[in-house]
């Protein structure tokens, strides 16, 4: 039910974040392993931590679609998903000026592989806004 105190833009910002991270979250706990191999692909991190990062960030995702989904949280996992998705658009845009070719950028996990392009990055930083809103229409709102 909507809230009085919550514009409806905040609202729907809301709704439209919990399923892109339960979507991107999901996709990725279906194969941990593939998803860190993935990740290797950025090389950035060495192989030892590949694992634990992929489970870190498939938790983290997991975790921002539940929290934007219950209000007692709701602002954390909006600021979460806000830093996710600011970090992702950093490393993107890297792994893009560094001239590495991904045919897959992990970002739905293995199994819909989608290559990195120029406008993977504002994707991300779409998803940073809409969790922007999600913090500004909430601000002072008893969630």
């Known amino acids: 039910m909507p809230r009085a105190d919550v514009p409806w833009w905040a609202i729907g910002a809301r709704w439209l974040l919990v399923p892109v991270f339960l979507a991107t979250g999901l996709g990725k ?36 679609a539940a929290g934007l989904a219950w209000r007692p949280v ?11 998705a600011l970090v992702n658009t950093a490393v993107l845009t890297l792994t893009l000026a560094r001239g590495i070719a991904l045919a897959n950028c992990g970002c739905f996990g293995v199994f819909l592989a989608r290559p990195l392009r120029p406008w993977t990055p504002v994707e991300d930083l779409v998803l ?16």
Do not use: K, Q, S, W
């Not at 709701?74 to 996710?84: D, K, P, Q, S, Y």
């Open 29 to 64: 706990a279906l194969d941990l392993t593939g998803f860190a191999a993935v990740l290797g692909t950025y090389r950035l991190l060495p192989a030892p931590v590949l694992l634990p990062a992929a489970l870190a960030m498939t938790a983290a995702e997991l975790a921002i």
């Open 74 to 84: 709701l602002r954390l996992a909006a600021r979460a998903g806000l830093a996710l």
């Open 128 to 143: 940073a806004g809409l969790a922007a809103l999600v913090l500004a229409g909430h601000r002072g709102a008893r969630c």
